[in-house]
C-alpha cells in the first residue's frame, strides 16, 4: 500500500537496522516499562524475522530513501469485533505528519476489509507524541485505551 510520500509494506528480514533505531528510541522515551524489546542488532533482527512472517506487522518506508520510520500492527480482532492496533514511529525520522498519514491509510484499509466495528489502541495514553495522532485522527480516550468506531470513521471521512 502506498499513499503520495510513504511505502507501507511487510516486514523483510533485513529491516532489524531500521527496527532497532526504534526500540532505542522507544526505550529513551521511559515508556518501554509496559513492553519491553531488544536494543541490540541481533534481538532487532530476530524481531524483524518474526515480524516478516507474519502478516500482522507492516513496517512504514519513506519512498523519497527508503527509510523506514515506523511500523503499524493489526494485533488480533476479538469477540466484540475491535480491531487492537498497535504503532510505533521513531520521532526523528517522522516528518510532516507521516505517522497520521499512514495511521490514516491503514486504518481505512482495516474498515475496509476486516469485519470490524471499531479500532482499539492500547497506547501509554502519557506517551503523548505517539497518542498524538490518534487524536488528531479522531480517535477518543476510553478507560485505559483509545478507540474510534467505523461509524464515527466514516462521518469523519465524509
Keep these: 500500500m502506498e499513499t503520495n510520500r510513504l511505502s507501507i509494506r511487510r516486514f523483510l528480514p533485513n529491516d532489524g537496522e531500521d527496527l532497532k533505531e526504534y526500540t532505542i528510541y522507544k526505550e529513551s522515551t521511559g515508556f518501554d516499562a509496559w513492553e519491553k524489546w531488544p536494543t541490540d542488532s541481533e534481538g532487532c533482527r530476530s524481531v524483524a524475522e518474526f515480524f516478516a512472517g507474519n502478516d500482522k506487522y ?3 518506508c ?16 476479538n ?5 487492537d492496533l498497535g504503532h510505533g514511529f521513531t520521532l526523528a525520522h517522522n516528518q ?6 499512514a495511521l490514516e491509510l491503514m486504518i481505512q484499509y482495516a474498515f ?3 469485519d470490524i466495528v471499531a ?3 492500547h497506547n501509554v495514553l502519557e506517551w503523548k507524541e505517539q497518542v498524538a495522532p490518534l487524536f488528531k485522527l479522531g480517535l477518543k480516550e ?3 485505551r483509545m478507540q474510534i468506531t467505523k461509524e464515527e470513521w466514516n462521518k469523519r471521512i465524509l
Aim: no cysteine.
Design 58 to 60: 507492516w513496517a512504514v
Design 79 to 83: 469477540e466484540d469485533k475491535h480491531l
Design 142 to 144: 476510553i478507560d485505559d
Design 119 to 121: 479500532i482499539d489502541t
Design 112 to 114: 475496509n476489509n476486516f
Design 62 to 77: 519513506r519512498k523519497v530513501d527508503g527509510k523506514m520510520i515506523g511500523f503499524i500492527s493489526f494485533n488480533n480482532i
Design 96 to 101: 510532516d505528519d507521516e505517522d497520521i498519514e
